[in-house]
């Protein structure tokens, strides 16, 4: 049973990021159109005929799995220090939360940072005929973001398993001298 627990939580990191990604991807169109038309859409070749939501919500996804993969493994990994199944299932569940929680926070956060005046004096980097450049750089940032806060995330989800790891010695322990 532990086995497939173990199984069954390294397909749901990718699934459960994919959904992130998806929702991500889908806020970061509303912020900025061009930077899904003139620049992300210009690396995947999806088709034509596809609605540029649907395109920007399946390259939410492309993304987002191949990261899960790894925080997956990870999390999953440090989990097996639980020798408790149900532990092991709860408490990774937990850790991937974090995770996205983390990867939010710091991608709200970004979007809140005022664009720098040097950053937008410097169009090199940018597509041609961007209209909005604000809006463009301000969607590079929260991509940026989300992605540090996820590594973040997956270091706190770290943590995360290893106290409650010494939190459940400390419990079992004091319910075994208060047997003796």
Not at 74 to 80: K, M, P
Not at 89 to 102: K, Q, R
Not at 146 to 165: A, D, F, Q
Request: net charge positive; aromatic share 14%.
């Amino acid at each position: 049973m532990r086995t497939f627990i173990f199984i069954a939580l390294l397909i749901l990191a990718p699934v459960m990021a994919s959904f992130y990604g998806f929702i991500h991807d889908q806020i970061t169109f509303s912020i900025s159109e061009e930077f899904f038309t003139k620049f992300r859409f210009n690396h995947y070749d999806l088709p034509d005929s596809w609605h540029p939501r649907a395109k920007a919500g399946m390259i939410g996804i492309i993304n987002a799995w191949k990261v899960g993969i790894p925080f997956g493994i990870i999390l999953t990994a440090v989990g097996r220090i639980h020798q408790n199944t149900h532990k092991l299932l709860f408490y990774t569940i937990y850790a991937y939360l974090l995770t996205f929680l983390f990867s939010l926070i710091f991608s709200v956060i970004a979007s809140y940072m005022p664009a720098s005046a040097e950053i937008l004096a410097v169009k090199h980097n940018l597509p041609e005929n961007i209209l909005d450049p604000v809006a463009f750089q301000r969607v590079e940032k929260i991509n940026n973001f989300g992605y540090v806060g996820g590594i973040i995330g997956m270091l706190s989800g770290i943590g995360l398993h290893i106290l409650l790891y010494k939190r459940d010695i400390k419990i079992e322990a004091k319910g075994t001298s208060a047997k003796s």
